[in-house]
C-alpha cells in the first residue's frame, strides 16, 4: 500500500499551520499580560 506524497506534505503543512497558531495564541496572551500589568502601574 503506497501514501499519496502530497497528502503526507498537505498534513505537514497543516500541522505547522495549527503549530503557528498556537504560537501566536500564547504569544497573544502574554502581551496581554503584560500590558494589563503596565496598565496597572
Known amino acids: 500500500m503506497s ?3 502530497t ?3 498537505s498534513a505537514i503543512e497543516t500541522l505547522d ?3 503557528q497558531l498556537f504560537a501566536n495564541l500564547r504569544e497573544t496572551k502574554a502581551t496581554k499580560k ?3 500589568f503596565l496598565a496597572q502601574i
Open 3 to 5: 501514501v499519496d506524497i
Open 7 to 9: 497528502y503526507i506534505k
Open 17 to 19: 499551520l495549527i503549530q
Open 34 to 36: 503584560l500590558n494589563d
